[in-house]
Protein backbone atom coordinates (compact mmCIF):
# COMPACT_ATOMS: atom_id res chain seq x y z
CA UNK A 1 0.00 0.00 0.00
CA UNK A 2 1.13 3.49 -1.01
CA UNK A 3 1.53 5.86 1.91
CA UNK A 4 2.78 9.42 2.29
CA UNK A 5 2.63 10.54 6.16
CA UNK A 6 3.15 13.84 6.86
CA UNK A 7 3.81 15.62 10.43
CA UNK A 8 5.21 18.53 11.70
CA UNK A 9 2.79 21.19 10.84
CA UNK A 10 0.80 23.70 13.26
CA UNK A 11 0.48 27.16 14.64
CA UNK A 12 3.65 29.51 14.80
CA UNK A 13 3.87 33.22 15.28
CA UNK A 14 5.33 35.52 11.93
CA UNK A 15 9.35 34.80 11.67
CA UNK A 16 9.15 31.66 13.30
CA UNK A 17 10.00 28.35 12.20
CA UNK A 18 8.38 24.33 11.43
CA UNK A 19 9.48 21.43 9.93
CA UNK A 20 7.13 19.51 7.75
CA UNK A 21 7.98 15.39 7.28
CA UNK A 22 6.68 12.87 4.36
CA UNK A 23 7.33 9.26 5.14
CA UNK A 24 6.93 7.12 2.03
CA UNK A 25 6.24 4.13 1.81
CA UNK A 26 4.88 0.96 -1.10
CA UNK A 27 7.24 2.30 -4.28
CA UNK A 28 10.64 2.69 -4.88
CA UNK A 29 11.69 6.23 -2.90
CA UNK A 30 14.57 6.82 -5.28
CA UNK A 31 12.18 6.51 -8.31
CA UNK A 32 10.77 9.78 -7.21
CA UNK A 33 10.31 13.34 -6.61
CA UNK A 34 8.88 14.25 -3.76
CA UNK A 35 7.82 17.31 -2.14
CA UNK A 36 5.05 19.86 -1.04
CA UNK A 37 2.23 21.87 -2.55
CA UNK A 38 -0.24 23.90 -0.47
CA UNK A 39 -3.48 25.62 -1.00
CA UNK A 40 -5.07 28.28 0.96
CA UNK A 41 -8.97 29.12 1.51
CA UNK A 42 -9.81 30.55 -1.77
CA UNK A 43 -6.51 30.10 -3.90
CA UNK A 44 -5.21 28.09 -6.35
CA UNK A 45 -2.91 24.63 -5.36
CA UNK A 46 0.86 25.64 -5.48
CA UNK A 47 3.90 24.10 -5.61
CA UNK A 48 6.21 25.14 -3.13
CA UNK A 49 9.31 22.87 -3.29
CA UNK A 50 10.38 19.21 -4.25
CA UNK A 51 13.72 17.35 -4.36
CA UNK A 52 14.28 14.54 -6.89
CA UNK A 53 15.73 11.64 -4.86
CA UNK A 54 17.51 10.15 -7.71
CA UNK A 55 19.62 12.94 -8.23
CA UNK A 56 18.97 15.51 -5.58
CA UNK A 57 18.17 18.25 -7.39
CA UNK A 58 15.40 20.77 -5.49
CA UNK A 59 12.89 23.49 -6.89
CA UNK A 60 12.01 25.83 -4.64
CA UNK A 61 8.94 28.54 -5.58
CA UNK A 62 9.83 32.07 -5.88
CA UNK A 63 8.05 32.98 -3.20
CA UNK A 64 9.76 30.63 -0.77
CA UNK A 65 13.21 30.73 -2.02
CA UNK A 66 16.14 31.71 1.03
CA UNK A 67 13.37 30.49 3.84
CA UNK A 68 12.66 27.32 2.96
CA UNK A 69 14.90 23.98 3.23
CA UNK A 70 14.20 20.77 1.31
CA UNK A 71 15.86 17.48 1.96
CA UNK A 72 15.94 14.12 1.53
CA UNK A 73 16.59 10.65 3.97
CA UNK A 74 16.73 8.01 1.92
CA UNK A 75 17.67 5.73 4.67
CA UNK A 76 14.27 6.56 6.21
CA UNK A 77 12.49 7.34 3.31
CA UNK A 78 11.34 10.82 4.57
CA UNK A 79 11.87 14.14 3.04
CA UNK A 80 11.91 17.16 5.29
CA UNK A 81 10.98 21.09 4.90
CA UNK A 82 12.60 22.80 6.82
CA UNK A 83 10.53 26.07 6.89
CA UNK A 84 12.09 29.45 8.19
CA UNK A 85 11.30 33.42 8.54
CA UNK A 86 7.73 31.97 8.45
CA UNK A 87 4.91 34.75 7.00
CA UNK A 88 1.23 34.85 7.42
CA UNK A 89 0.88 34.28 3.76
CA UNK A 90 2.28 31.13 4.19
CA UNK A 91 -0.54 29.85 6.25
CA UNK A 92 -2.08 26.97 4.01
CA UNK A 93 -2.72 23.15 4.21
CA UNK A 94 0.15 21.56 2.84
CA UNK A 95 0.29 18.54 0.86
CA UNK A 96 3.08 16.05 0.61
CA UNK A 97 3.27 15.11 -3.05
CA UNK A 98 5.42 12.04 -5.44
CA UNK A 99 5.90 11.39 -9.11
CA UNK A 100 8.56 9.20 -10.92
CA UNK A 101 11.33 11.73 -11.65
CA UNK A 102 10.96 11.60 -15.10
CA UNK A 103 7.64 13.81 -14.73
CA UNK A 104 9.30 16.12 -12.31
CA UNK A 105 11.97 16.79 -15.46
CA UNK A 106 9.57 17.02 -17.96
CA UNK A 107 7.18 19.30 -16.03
CA UNK A 108 9.05 20.59 -12.81
CA UNK A 109 6.60 21.05 -9.83
CA UNK A 110 3.24 23.40 -10.74
CA UNK A 111 -0.40 22.83 -12.44
CA UNK A 112 1.25 20.40 -14.97
CA UNK A 113 3.10 17.80 -12.16
CA UNK A 114 1.39 14.55 -13.03
CA UNK A 115 1.46 13.59 -9.62
CA UNK A 116 0.83 9.79 -8.72
CA UNK A 117 0.74 9.89 -4.88
CA UNK A 118 -0.67 12.09 -2.28
CA UNK A 119 -0.46 12.63 1.12
CA UNK A 120 -3.57 13.66 3.59
CA UNK A 121 -2.53 17.61 4.38
CA UNK A 122 -1.37 19.21 7.43
CA UNK A 123 -2.02 22.78 8.08
CA UNK A 124 0.41 25.21 8.75
CA UNK A 125 -1.21 28.97 9.98
CA UNK A 126 1.30 31.67 10.62
CA UNK A 127 -0.30 34.42 12.99
CA UNK A 128 0.58 38.02 12.29
Known amino acids: EVQLVESGGGLVQAGGSLRLSCAAS????????IGWFRQAPGREREGVSA????????YYADSVKGRFTISSDNAKNTVYLQMNSLKPEDTAVYYC?????????????????????WGQGTQVTVSS
Open 51 to 58: IDNSDGIT
Open 97 to 117: AAVVTTGFRATGWGRRTPIEY
Open 26 to 33: GFTFDDYA
